[in-house]
């Protein structure tokens, strides 16, 4: 079969999901980033009293009600609005409008793996750029590298941590290519770049429903930029991309922003609390600005590999670790080759906890496998799974 297929489709990977358990499964389900609280009140309304010629005819092809309503929140002219049957496909549109056979697409790493798979579906050049140890932009590697299409994810997954507007702006500045700054997890940090799509007609800003909407089932997403680097979006985006239903849905729930806000206030507390928590079972675990944490058990460690093998700024990247010393430890923490699936290891503790209904993310790639990304859920869940870590770390069971 594969003779029917493109070249570069038939050497990719397929992107891989989080799990998904069948429907009416009791599980915990803190493994893809979903929201805790159920959609506002006013858009579960408006599901219930859909209307059946909504149905029988074709949807209004640029979801003007869901701009119109979007501008008002965001405070920017709708025509500077894109909408897509969620934020990937938005992202799909930039690759498509952008990028062709050789050209560069270049990001950060490790960000969200879908880049990739968007890169290698156009044929393009991926250019992959390691973050350091504190996640500090590599804002001379990205500019040097002179992509078509330049990703960051911020805040980002799956480190949770955010780039600061100023860096975003330096970049921006000396970028030739589009700049993307996905900005999914934005309602749960402390500050946007949406001043920048204004400044710089290369920026394009891409936000979703799935994660501050509780409307991931939904899928709707947008992105704002300067209407002339939309019109090349509007160009390659399917005749009809936006159901009805999700247009009307996805306008009642971003007009209602106390709902909004009001579950993201306590997500931002659980956040907190659950950092505590995992603190105190030894675990490190990084800033976030999102609604969910990147942890690292004690004693777990990577194979990104040994220093010595190494060169270039992964051997820089792999000594840093090695000497780092987090709050948490006396003595610097080891880098070693190999991480064996024992007690207090990342992966035994997944699937520990995955045999007992608790789904978390564990990402088994160079240097995220000793780490685990846990999803803020209701202070219940969270409980629930701490009190699980704190018996396998203690018993092994």
Same mark, same amino acid.
């Given at each position: 079969?594969?003779?029917?297929?493109?070249?570069?489709?038939?050497?990719?990977?397929?992107y891989?999901?989080?799990?998904?358990?069948?429907?009416?499964?009791?599980?915990?389900?803190?493994?893809?980033?979903?929201?805790?609280?159920? /959609?506002? /009140?006013?858009?579960?309304?408006?599901?219930?009293?859909?209307?059946?010629?909504?149905?029988?005819?074709?949807?209004?092809?640029?979801?003007?009600e869901?701009?119109?309503?979007?501008?008002?929140?965001?405070?920017?002219?709708?025509?500077?609005?894109? +909408?897509?049957?969620?934020?990937?496909?938005?992202?799909?549109?930039?690759?498509?409008?952008?990028?062709?056979?050789?050209?560069?697409?270049?990001? /950060?790493?490790?960000?969200?793996?879908?880049?990739?798979?968007?890169s290698?579906?156009?044929?393009?050049?991926?250019?992959?750029?390691?973050?350091?140890?504190?996640?500090?932009?590599?804002?001379?590697?990205?500019?040097?590298?002179?992509?078509?299409?330049?990703?960051?994810?911020?805040?980002?997954?799956?480190?949770?941590?955010?780039?600061?507007?100023?860096?975003?702006?330096?970049?921006?500045?000396?970028?030739?290519?589009?700049l993307?700054?996905?900005?999914?997890? +934005?309602?749960?940090?402390?500050?946007?770049?949406?001043?920048?799509?204004?400044?710089?007609?290369?920026?394009?800003?891409?936000?979703?429903?799935?994660?501050?909407?509780?409307?991931?089932?939904?899928?709707?997403?947008?992105?704002?930029?300067?209407?002339?680097?939309?019109?090349?979006?509007?160009?390659?985006k399917d005749?009809?991309?936006?159901?009805?239903?999700?247009?009307?849905?996805?306008?009642?729930?971003i007009?209602?922003?106390?709902?909004?806000?009001?579950?993201?206030?306590?997500?931002?507390?659980?956040?907190?609390?659950?950092?505590?928590?995992?603190?105190?079972?030894?675990f490190?675990?990084?800033?976030?600005?999102?609604?969910?944490?990147? +942890?690292?058990?004690?004693?777990?460690?990577?194979?990104?590999?040994? /220093?010595?093998?190494?060169t270039?700024?992964?051997?820089?990247?792999?000594?840093?670790?090695?000497?780092?010393?987090?709050?948490?430890?006396?003595?610097?923490?080891?880098?070693?080759?190999?991480?064996?699936?024992?007690q207090?290891?990342?992966?035994?503790?997944?699937?520990?906890?995955?045999?007992?209904?608790?789904?978390?993310r564990?990402?088994?790639?160079?240097g995220?496998d000793?780490?685990?990304?846990?999803?803020?859920?209701?202070?219940?869940?969270?409980?629930?799974?701490?009190?699980?870590?704190?018996?396998?770390?203690?018993?092994g069971?």
């Amino acid at each position: 079969m594969t003779k029917y297929f493109r070249a570069n489709i038939h050497a990719m990977a397929s992107y891989i999901p989080g799990e998904q358990p069948q429907r009416g499964t009791q599980i915990i389900k803190l493994n893809s980033n979903e929201n805790p609280y159920p /959609p506002s /009140p006013k858009a579960l309304a408006v599901l219930r009293n859909i209307d059946g010629e909504w149905l029988r005819r074709y949807p209004e092809p640029f979801g003007g009600e869901f701009r119109l309503a979007a501008s008002k929140v965001l405070e920017i002219p709708s025509d500077w609005l894109i +909408v897509g049957n969620g934020s990937d496909e938005v992202l799909n549109l930039v690759m498509r409008a952008c990028t062709e056979p050789g050209r560069k697409v270049v990001y /950060p790493m490790p960000t969200y793996v879908l880049y990739r798979t968007l890169s290698e579906m156009q044929a393009a050049e991926i250019v992959e750029i390691p973050y350091s140890e504190d996640y500090r932009l590599p804002l001379e590697q990205l500019v040097a590298a002179n992509g078509c299409v330049t990703f960051i994810a911020s805040p980002n997954s799956p480190s949770g941590h955010i780039v600061p507007t100023d860096e975003l702006r330096k970049l921006a500045s000396q970028l030739s290519g589009v700049l993307v700054i996905d900005e999914a997890y +934005v309602d749960f940090a402390e500050e946007n770049a949406l001043a920048l799509v204004k400044e710089y007609e290369n920026v394009i800003l891409i936000r979703t429903l799935s994660k501050g909407y509780s409307l991931a089932g939904l899928r709707l997403g947008f992105g704002v930029a300067n209407p002339n680097l939309l019109q090349g979006l509007f160009k390659v985006k399917d005749s009809y991309n936006i159901d009805a239903i999700a247009c009307a849905v996805a306008t009642a729930a971003i007009t209602d922003q106390d709902y909004k806000n009001a579950c993201t206030a306590k997500i931002k507390a659980s956040r907190a609390k659950l950092a505590t928590d995992l603190k105190q079972l030894n675990f490190r675990v990084w800033d976030s600005q999102t609604n969910f944490l990147l +942890v690292q058990p004690h004693g777990s460690c990577s194979t990104w590999g040994d /220093p010595k093998t190494l060169t270039g700024t992964l051997r820089e990247d792999a000594l840093r670790a090695s000497t780092a010393v987090t709050p948490l430890e006396e003595t610097p923490r080891p880098y070693c080759l190999t991480a064996l699936p024992t007690q207090g290891n990342a992966e035994y503790l997944y699937q520990k906890l995955k045999e007992q209904g608790i789904l978390i993310r564990y990402f088994k790639q160079p240097g995220l496998d000793d780490k685990l990304r846990i999803t803020v859920g209701t202070d219940e869940q969270n409980q629930t799974l701490v009190q699980a870590l704190s018996d396998l770390l203690e018993t092994g069971d």
